[in-house]
């Protein structure tokens, strides 16, 4: 045994030089894609929490996409002799006051709740870093670009909103159909009105930034402000900018369900998460599930949201890491 | 009797009580306190200084006017000894002046007599021209209001009035007492605050302590005309919280004797109701739920002055197929149970009562899908591809409006099938009740501008004469730019038959001649035209625990007309 052992040692070693004494054939498999992205990703891997958020994510976008394939019937169908059923095979998740089905209610409402939701961020979001790292890198721009987020901080959301529905609904509506104008409306709206958290942020974030020894030492090698903007300073800011991201989805979702409560949203035949979870909250005592499940459903998105925005921060940043 | 085998029958012997209480317990202040919740607090013990149901509701538990609407929207004198008519010459025979004879004997609460003079200052309070009378409305028309003698009152109207029953008539108009508010008229009205918080008056009780928006503490008014009345000794009123909590207060916890404006889902009644503490109880007065069709076209391609206006008729619902089509296509019966339960009723009427003006139209009540299809195929409207209908190319589709309301969007969704079951599409659209009902001409959404061409509201009338309501359904009261978008003929239904038979109803004085006249108006409204689809006849709800006896739902009056009445039902 001992041997045998000592052999195979020995062999192994003995290759090694050898090897090495080699010209190499082909480039180590790995060098090319050691990449940064698969960096990333393996360092998200390690992050339990957010992967377990990322299936769960996409569990939700699969059941609000390929759900409604599978489950055919119409979201707005009334069935008015199977009203307020409990949960049962003809209807799995029960039916509302008016007999329809809460299953494909929740699967239609949520393609609108996500798609509002993630656009109304996206559009937030470059918004925000826009201006707030325009504002923190070029001195001159600071002074007004502040004052005007400021302005829009102090703009109150619902009347402004109430002006945008009344001028632009009919328009939009008659040029996109009901539906395609309210949704343009409503993330616009949202979008136009939630960036200012983000940009003061990342304004914070690119000031400190500016004074650390990389920036001054790429300064003076003459990079152009474009490029050192991509390449040095949007990397080291990009985790705030996505916690204001993940935040910014849960607001947005919200914001909707408060503009179709006010009559200001989608027409009430549109479910959204939102609607469903206001229209419910009447008979919350008597049929519970059905503020639980639209509930639920919003807060599982905002989680996962946040976690996996946790993990690509940790997985992004190395210094802040295992913190 | 033992208490055990009273308890033992609770329900029998509630029961029992309650038909032989008045006799069994008359003797003032003898049950103690009662406690009722308003949970839209009164902030006033004046209602001619605030046009809100609750104030004008608490102050009639002190304040009363010279008649009562009652439950069946008729008039019952209360400080007056008759009700004036032609026979006894309390109207005149010109139909311009009416004469009240007031009862002898009534006292105020401080002791001191009750007189004409007392009604005549008070109408000369509410028509004072530097003061903002929130009752003017009561007295429009009246030329003067003098004192007779000490027991007669004269009311002069500038026009013949074939109704005469407006001024003190119904809680909004009660009397004050003259010695009281004499330092507080015009323009000093809202800055006497001891007054308008503490009015003495006439009624059952009289105040203790008065916290704005929060209670309002009552007791038996020792100088009240009936000496075995009030049976209770104190009446607190407590505001605050919302619908839901007031009728737990009433129904789950018992709490509370009596909630006011408990309107909410039958079934969430229901459960409350299961707890066996009390009853949710309905009044029925004018209120009807309909459904108005716009008779002209609000496209947005028309200019904004010109969109619904006569100058451009509905490329669609003129034709009054489509419209017949539309209400036949309605489950009435199941909308009501939806929303509203035990306190709505369907309709075909838009002037459900009172009893003499209620057409007799129940057509309607049953849904007829199968008929809408054929009466539809029939008018040339054809299905197209998918299942809407066409003729000569336009589209059988429709937008329909009303305010966010959950009940208003349940049958939204539910009409909203029927309509696509005969081949009509149909865009829904929610607007803000502030926004709707608002009235600003500046706005597109209002119910008066009707950008829409279907629309769905509630609305009903003052006092128990349907003549102005129905008046309202004229030609001119059409709403556009040149009066600015009032008026309520939201249908701009137009018909020159009906307005001249609007124009020989002022005239007509008897009134069965005048509830005939006006059955035959509102058929022309709903039935025949159309032009008006009524749905449901809402009540309003109110919860009353079962310990407590003697009320009567009046939705023609204040709820507590008759709190004199109330007592303890001992269990």
């Known amino acids: 045994m001992t041997d045998r052992l000592l052999i195979e040692e020995s062999a192994v070693n003995a290759a090694a030089p050898g090897a090495e004494a080699l010209p190499p054939a082909a480039p180590p498999p790995e060098a090319p894609a050691r990449s940064q992205w698969r960096d990333i990703w393996r360092q998200f891997r390690s992050h339990r929490g957010a992967m377990v958020a990322l299936v769960m994510f996409v569990a939700i976008i699969l059941f609000v996409t390929v759900g409604p394939l599978v489950w055919t019937i119409e979201p707005t169908f009334v069935d008015i002799r199977a009203r307020n059923q409990g949960f049962s095979a003809a209807h799995p998740l029960g039916t509302d006051q008016l007999g329809r089905d809460l299953l494909a209610r929740l699967m239609a409402g949520g393609q609108v709740s996500l798609a509002v939701g993630l656009t109304a961020m996206a559009i937030a979001l470059s918004l925000g870093s826009l201006i707030g790292i325009s504002s923190g890198y070029f001195r001159r721009l600071d002074a007004p670009l502040m004052r005007l987020t400021e302005l829009f901080l102090a703009l109150p959301l619902l009347p402004l909103l109430l002006l945008m529905v009344t001028l632009f609904r009919e328009p939009l509506g008659k040029a996109m159909g009901p539906a395609g104008g309210t949704f343009l409306l409503i993330v616009g709206a949202i979008g136009v009105t939630s960036w200012m958290q983000t940009a003061r942020i990342v304004r914070g974030e690119v000031l400190g930034l500016k004074e650390r020894e990389f920036i001054l030492a790429a300064k003076s090698i003459g990079t152009p402000a474009p490029r050192m903007i991509l390449r040095h300073v949007l990397p080291n800011v990009v985790s705030p900018i996505v916690v204001a991201a993940t935040l910014g989805i849960a607001t947005a979702i919200i914001t909707e369900s408060a503009l179709s409560f006010l009559g200001l949203g989608f027409p009430p035949d549109f479910p959204t998460w939102g609607r469903l979870l206001y229209d419910a909250v009447d008979q919350m005592q008597m049929y519970p599930w059905r503020v639980v499940l639209p509930g639920l459903l919003i807060s599982l998105t905002v989680l996962s949201v946040n976690y996996i925005g946790d993990g690509l921060r940790d997985a992004m940043d190395p210094r802040i890491r295992k913190r | 009797m033992k208490l055990k085998t009273l308890m033992s029958g609770a329900a029998a012997t509630a029961a029992f009580a309650a038909a032989m209480a008045p006799a069994a317990f008359a003797a003032r202040g003898a049950d103690g306190q009662v406690n009722v919740i308003m949970w839209q607090a009164p902030s006033t013990m004046n209602p001619y200084l605030s046009a809100g149901t609750k104030d004008i509701i608490a102050s009639s538990i002190a304040l009363e006017p010279l008649a009562s609407f009652t439950t069946e929207g008729t008039i019952e004198p209360r400080l007056a000894a008759e009700l004036p008519t032609l026979e006894n010459g309390g109207i005149a025979k010109d139909l311009k002046s009416v004469t009240w004879k007031l009862k002898p004997g009534i006292k105020w609460a401080d002791g001191s007599p009750f007189t004409a003079e007392d009604v005549a200052f008070t109408a000369a309070y509410c028509m004072d021209p530097s003061g903002g009378c929130a009752q003017l409305a009561k007295f429009e028309g009246v030329e003067k209001v003098e004192a007779v003698d000490e027991l007669t009152v004269k009311i002069t109207f500038i026009a013949p009035r074939p109704d005469p029953f407006s001024a003190f008539v119904g809680a909004q108009s009660p009397v004050l007492q003259k010695a009281q508010f004499a330092d507080c008229t015009g323009e000093k009205a809202p800055t006497c605050t001891q007054q308008n918080f503490n009015p003495i008056g006439t009624g059952p009780f009289k105040v203790v302590e008065f916290r704005t928006n929060d209670t309002i503490t009552f007791e038996?008014?020792?100088?009240?005309?009936?000496?075995?009345?009030?049976?209770?000794?104190?009446?607190?009123?407590?505001?605050?919280?919302?619908?839901?909590?007031?009728?737990?207060?009433?129904?789950?916890?018992?709490?509370?004797?009596?909630?006011?404006?408990?309107?909410?889902?039958?079934?969430?009644?229901?459960?409350?109701?299961?707890?066996?503490?009390?009853?949710?109880?309905?009044?029925?007065?004018?209120?009807?739920?309909?459904?108005?069709?716009?008779?002209?076209?609000?496209?947005?391609?028309?200019?904004?002055?010109?969109?619904?206006?006569?100058?451009?008729?509905?490329?669609?619902?003129?034709?009054?197929?489509?419209?017949?089509?539309?209400?036949?296509?309605?489950?009435?019966?199941?909308?009501?149970?939806?929303?509203?339960?035990?306190?709505?009723?369907?309709?075909?009427?838009?002037?459900?009562?009172?009893?003499?003006?209620?057409?007799?139209?129940?057509?309607?009540?049953?849904?007829?899908?199968?008929?809408?299809?054929?009466?539809?195929?029939?008018?040339?409207?054809?299905?197209?591809?998918?299942?809407?209908?066409?003729?000569?190319?336009?589209?059988?589709?429709?937008?329909?409006?009303?305010?966010?309301?959950?009940?208003?969007?349940?049958?939204?969704?539910?009409?909203?099938?029927?309509?696509?079951?005969?081949?009509?599409?149909?865009?829904?659209?929610?607007?803000?009740?502030?926004?709707?009902?608002?009235?600003?001409?500046?706005?597109?959404?209002?119910?008066?501008?009707?950008?829409?061409?279907?629309?769905?509201?509630?609305?009903?009338?003052?006092?128990?004469?349907?003549?102005?309501?129905?008046?309202?359904?004229?030609?001119?009261?059409?709403?556009?730019?040149?009066?600015?978008?009032?008026?309520?003929?939201?249908?701009?239904?137009?018909?020159?038959?009906?307005?001249?038979?609007?124009?020989?109803?002022?005239?007509?004085?008897?009134?069965?001649?005048?509830?005939?006249?006006?059955?035959?108006?509102?058929?022309?409204?709903?039935?025949?035209?159309?032009?008006?689809?009524?749905?449901?006849?809402?009540?309003?709800?109110?919860?009353?625990?079962?310990?407590?006896?003697?009320?009567?739902?009046?939705?023609?009056?204040?709820?507590?007309?008759?709190?004199?009445?109330?007592?303890?039902?001992?269990?």
């Open chain 2, 220 to 571: 038996a008014n020792p100088e009240y005309r009936d000496p075995e009345k009030p049976a209770f000794a104190r009446l607190v009123v407590k505001g605050g919280g919302d619908a839901a909590a007031a009728a737990r207060s009433v129904l789950e916890t018992g709490e509370f004797d009596y909630a006011w404006n408990t309107q909410l889902a039958p079934d969430v009644i229901a459960g409350m109701e299961a707890a066996g503490k009390g009853k949710n109880l309905a009044a029925f007065g004018s209120l009807v739920e309909r459904i108005h069709v716009n008779l002209t076209d609000a496209s947005s391609d028309l200019p904004e002055d010109e969109r619904s206006t006569a100058k451009h008729p509905h490329p669609i619902l003129t034709d009054a197929n489509v419209r017949k089509a539309l209400s036949m296509a309605i489950d009435r019966q199941l909308l009501t149970e939806i929303g509203y339960g035990q306190a709505g009723k369907p309709t075909c009427n838009l002037v459900p009562a009172p009893a003499a003006w209620a057409s007799d139209n129940t057509e309607c009540l049953t849904q007829d899908i199968e008929g809408a299809k054929a009466l539809l195929d029939q008018a040339g409207w054809v299905p197209g591809g998918d299942g809407i209908r066409e003729k000569d190319g336009k589209r059988l589709k429709l937008v329909f409006q009303t305010s966010v309301n959950a009940v208003r969007q349940d049958f939204q969704a539910l009409i909203k099938q029927w309509w696509s079951e005969i081949g009509v599409e149909t865009e829904l659209k929610t607007v803000d009740p502030s926004v709707f009902f608002g009235g600003d001409a500046g706005s597109p959404d209002t119910f008066q501008k009707f950008y829409a061409d279907i629309e769905m509201y509630a609305n009903n009338f003052e006092g128990n004469n349907p003549e102005p309501y129905l008046a309202r359904q004229t030609c001119d009261k059409i709403p556009g730019p040149d009066n600015q978008w009032q008026g309520e003929n939201t249908s701009r239904y137009c018909d020159p038959e009906f307005d001249r038979l609007i124009g020989e109803m002022t005239q007509i004085v008897d009134p069965a001649e005048r509830g005939a006249m006006g059955r035959k108006l509102n058929d022309m409204l709903t039935r025949d035209s159309n032009a008006v689809i009524p749905l449901v006849y809402r009540g309003t709800a109110s919860a009353v625990s079962n310990t407590l006896g003697g009320v009567k739902l009046n939705a023609w009056d204040s709820e507590l007309w008759n709190v004199a009445d109330w007592h303890r039902i001992k269990q």
